[in-house]
């Protein structure tokens, strides 16, 4: 079976660099010009995949002209199995220099990837928004430079309140208590939750989990089954048994086009766009607002990173790209395509001329950026069909907790 997974694996890293038209980095560090040459692997942050590639051709024109010695090759892959070809390249030693990774990545490789505070140096380490630092940093050390920063606010259906007859949007738990039999009177819900096991728990559980004041670990063993998970799940089991939740998206995975809230049947979630959500329910039904509140207002946000693998054959000037590429001065473009923040607090790109994410933007520091743990992503899939169980009511809160924990714990060793 490993053998297996390992040659299902490569053939997935093989046709991706077919479809991209790369080849696996080579062992030497410069060209015949005696230049060095810096490989990076990149994917589609900008769903565009033309425009993905003219911007970071942009990014690589620019870098050149300031470091004339320096060549640099991106390799484009997709999101699918990113892992997998990860890891078979690590096995093969055919690796590039530098590579995109998001910070539970940043953990599940860390015997792999080096520091990078030195290659940023003490000004830009400085000036990150201190979750974003916190969300990459490792045992003291910064293990990606951060290129882009996201956030998963609350999001309110205009339209849908003023049907229920209300002006006022919800800020804390008990909010969405109090408002919810408004929205049962009218056929309705006021908030829409997917218990469903194939969504990550980051848009879902996990941000509950932390306005609960909890965490999902604590000194490298699962802590989410403590009083504040138990609090922060029966929290969701009650909102279902009042009916505040819409019931679809708790066992069946949909489309947004499928969903109550595009349809104008549920008033808020958190886990859409709002570019996204307003596609369809108009963008000026769309009603951004800071993360809901049980003891602390904390939502869910990404930070994308550029790491350097240890195999780096030009670190210095790995580092020089890395450095270079997760500016804001140079990034902006990037960012503005993709509708992304800087993590360098104050910069990046001017959204005042966009009432969504200049709104969006104002609760980057309610974020957190994930928790990082080599075995983040096995976990989740051991407690995210506990937590589908508890919500629909099949097991207690404390019952699933436990036994995901069990599960967790394993897995953990």
């Given at each position: ?12 890293l093989s046709a991706a660099l077919a479809a991209t038209g790369c080849s696996p980095s080579s062992e030497g560090g410069g060209d015949a010009s005696g230049n060095q040459t810096v490989t990076m ?316 994410l200049s709104e969006i933007q104002k609760t980057l520091p309610q974020m957190k950026f994930g928790e990082l743990h080599p075995q983040a992503r096995a976990v989740m899939g051991a407690l995210a069909p506990e937590i589908q169980a508890a919500v629909l009511g099949q097991k ?18």
């Amino acid at each position: 079976m490993r053998k297996l997974a390992r040659t299902l694996a490569a053939l997935a890293l093989s046709a991706a660099l077919a479809a991209t038209g790369c080849s696996p980095s080579s062992e030497g560090g410069g060209d015949a010009s005696g230049n060095q040459t810096v490989t990076m692997w990149m994917y589609p942050v900008v769903p565009d995949e033309a425009r993905n590639k003219e911007l970071w051709s942009a990014m690589v024109s620019k870098f050149k002209e300031a470091n004339p010695g320096i060549d640099v090759k991106i390799e484009f892959f997709p999101w699918k199995q990113r892992d997998e070809a990860i890891q078979t390249a690590l096995t093969a030693k055919t690796a590039p220099d530098l590579i995109y990774l998001i910070p539970d990545q940043l953990s599940a490789y860390k015997e792999a990837i080096e520091p990078m505070d030195s290659h940023l140096g003490e000004g830009r380490v400085a000036e990150l928004l201190p979750n974003a630092k916190e969300a990459v940093t490792l045992d003291g050390a910064m293990m990606g430079a951060p290129m882009l920063a996201s956030a998963n606010p609350l999001l309110c259906n205009k339209a849908a309140f003023e049907k229920v007859g209300l002006t006022e949007y919800p800020s804390t738990w008990q909010d969405v208590v109090d408002m919810a039999p408004k929205f049962s009177d009218n056929g309705m819900h006021i908030l829409a939750y997917s218990a469903v096991p194939t969504q990550t728990l980051n848009l879902t559980f996990y941000p509950v989990l932390w306005q609960a004041g909890g965490t999902v670990f604590k000194d490298g063993k699962v802590n989410f089954n403590a009083a504040e998970g138990k609090e922060a799940l029966e929290y969701l089991r009650k909102l279902a048994d009042l009916g505040a939740l819409d019931p679809d998206p708790l066992s069946t995975a949909l489309e947004l086009e499928q969903t109550g809230i595009a349809g104008g049947k549920v008033g808020c979630a958190w886990d859409y766009t709002a570019k996204d959500l307003g596609s369809q329910v108009g963008p000026e039904n769309v009603v951004v607002l800071p993360p809901l509140k049980g003891k602390e207002s904390v939502g869910y946000g990404t930070v994308g990173t550029i790491a350097m693998f240890k195999d780096a054959k030009n670190k210095e000037a790995a580092g020089k790209f890395a450095a270079f590429a997760t500016d804001p001065a140079n990034s902006v473009d990037y960012l503005t395509t993709a509708g992304y923040f800087s993590p360098v607090e104050g910069k990046g790109p001017d959204y005042s001329q966009d009432p969504a994410l200049s709104e969006i933007q104002k609760t980057l520091p309610q974020m957190k950026f994930g928790e990082l743990h080599p075995q983040a992503r096995a976990v989740m899939g051991a407690l995210a069909p506990e937590i589908q169980a508890a919500v629909l009511g099949q097991k207690s809160p404390e019952q699933a907790l436990n036994d995901a924990a069990a599960a967790a714990e394993s897995i953990i060793g």
